[in-house]
T-cell receptor, first 111, second 112 residues
Framework: QKEVEQDPGPLSVPEGAIVSLNCTYS??????FMWYRQYSRKGPELLMY????GNKEDGRFTAQVDKSSKYISLFIRDSQPSDSATYLC???????????FGQGTTLQVKP | NAGVTQTPKFQVLKTGQSMTLQCAQD?????MYWYRQDPGMGLRLIYY???????DKGEVPNGYNVSRLNKREFSLRLESAAPSQTSVYFC???????????FGDGTRLSIL
């Protein structure tokens, strides 16, 4: 079993929809949680960075962490075609810079 | 506004050939990382350098070596390339181990 599991999709939604992307993990020592966006043939770009449990909002994006369930989510409101990309969750413990990534979910937002 | 620059962008090698992938960052970051990305596997850490003068193994170090040449540059070497090393390689840097990592646009490597 992988330390971090993420549904690879693909996920296809109409423009304006609310998108929910999720990851589950097995290591209870993970404290820092990230979401990266990766466009085709580009490197991952940091979207959200959160510590421990709770919510964080940045514009149309909301990151949620539920440590008791070992479950993190990224919500995208009013999705746009420009949001079409692969979304990667990543996490680490507090005493290392080593990131563990999920497999990535490919999202397509149709006009 | 370069950030993390990787060279080359594409490379095709024959089995057994050697190759060095170059990475440079202009953000004065202390920590640098090498990942590989394979379909269905996400990104996996090969090696990292927490600070200039130090390097450590990641999740999949076998078949690779690294050199932290100076604070800006971190290279990845394949001494004897194997088809299993066909992948997209990403370099990343961060201000410290606890800070977010910033990625380059990758090197696409095919080994025949």
């Amino acid at each position: 079993q992988k330390e971090v599991e993420q549904d690879p999709g693909p996920l296809s939604v109409p423009e304006g929809a609310i998108v929910s992307l999720n990851c589950t993990y097995s290591n209870s020592a993970f404290q820092y949680f990230m979401w990266y966006r990766q466009y085709s043939r580009k490197g991952p770009e940091l979207l959200m960075y959160t510590y421990s449990s709770g919510n964080k909002e940045d514009g149309r994006f909301t990151a949620q962490v539920d440590k008791s369930s070992k479950y993190i989510s990224l919500f995208i409101r009013d999705s746009q075609p420009s949001d079409s990309a692969t979304y990667l969750c990543a996490m680490r413990t507090s005493n290392t810079g080593k990131l563990i990534f999920g497999q990535g979910t490919t999202l397509q937002v149709k006009p | 506004n370069a950030g993390v620059t990787q060279t080359p962008k594409f490379q095709v090698l024959k089995t057994g050939q050697s190759m060095t992938l170059q990475c440079a960052q202009d953000m004065n970051h202390n920590s640098m990382y090498w990942y590989r990305q394979d379909p269905g596997m996400g990104l996996r850490l090969i090696y990292y350098s927490a600070s200039e003068g130090t390097t450590d193994k990641g999740e999949v170090p076998n078949g690779y070596n690294v050199s932290r040449l100076n604070k800006r540059e971190f290279s990845l070497r394949l001494e004897s390339a194997a088809p299993s090393q066909t992948s997209v390689y990403f370099c990343a840097s961060s201000d410290g181990e606890s800070q977010p990592q910033h990625f380059g646009d990758g090197t696409r490597l095919s080994i025949l």
